[in-house]
């Protein structure tokens, strides 16, 4: 059962352009986390919310509670920016993270 | 340390070895997670402790797979008689909550991993 679906799968653009990814998730879910994976790297903690939008640098994300969405956007994308962004959803009392499929985002320059 | 530490990075077994992978959270971090990432596949959770105690050990795919954190600081993961469908990346995180005991939605570092082939 998947808690947490999140698009696209892939994702390719050009330099500068504007960059969405969407998720989902389902009840029981009470934070939402974006998560980057460089290849053979580790994982790196971009955004937690629960509610709102957050933004750093040229990462924006938002969460829409009463419809379970949230997206992360990049704005003036860049090569340096492709990497695997994963969406994850805090369960539970503990909060242990319910892991989206991960969408390989690839910039060209 | 400045951040969670994993080792070994890169382990090599013979199938039916037993293995030890060790994690060193963040120090003062009291929540510890432990989950594992297949080739090609988002991680899933294995194993939750808060300081010494094992609160959630739901995701351990068997009785193979054993997690301890005797001390509430250092965790080791210990699969016993390996096989070939436990490679994977095996992740360390940790956080830290507001209040010990009591819980909070807070970020969790990640470790590098530990990359695990068995053979």
């Known amino acids: 059962k998947n808690e947490v679906e999140q698009s696209p799968q892939n994702l390719t653009a050009q330099e500068g352009e504007f960059i969405t990814i969407n998720c989902s998730y389902s009840?029981?879910?009470?934070?939402l986390h974006w998560l980057q994976q460089h290849p053979g790297g580790g994982i790196v903690s971009l955004f937690m919310?629960?509610?709102g939008k957050k933004k750093h640098g040229r990462l924006i994300a938002t969460i829409n509670i009463q419809e379970k969405h949230s997206s992360l956007h990049i704005t003036a994308s860049h090569p340096r920016d492709s990497a695997v962004y994963i969406c994850?959803?805090?369960?539970?009392?503990?909060?242990?993270?319910?892991f989206g499929q991960g969408t390989r985002l690839t910039i060209n320059p | 340390g400045a951040g969670v530490s994993q080792s070994p990075r890169y382990k090599v077994a013979k199938r039916g070895q037993d293995v030890a992978l060790r994690c060193d959270p963040i120090?003062?971090?009291?929540?510890l997670f432990w989950y594992q990432q297949a080739l090609g596949q988002g991680p899933e959770f294995l194993t939750y402790?808060?300081?010494?105690?094992?609160?959630?050990k739901s995701g351990l795919p068997s009785d193979r797979f054993f997690a301890e954190r005797p001390e509430g600081s250092v965790s080791t993961l210990k699969i016993q008689r390996t096989q070939q469908e436990d490679s994977a990346v095996y992740l360390c995180?940790?956080?830290?909550?507001?209040?010990?005991?009591?819980?909070?939605?807070?970020?969790?570092?990640f470790g590098p991993g530990t990359r695990l082939l068995v053979l």
């Open positions: 995180a940790s956080s830290f909550p507001g209040l010990a005991g009591v819980f909070t939605r807070e970020t969790q570092y």
């Open positions: 009840v029981g879910i009470s934070a």
């Open positions: 919310l629960s509610s």
């Open positions: 994850a959803g805090g369960l539970g009392g503990a909060q242990k993270l319910v």
């Open positions: 120090s003062g971090h009291v929540s």
């Open positions: 402790f808060q300081n010494e105690a094992q609160l959630d």
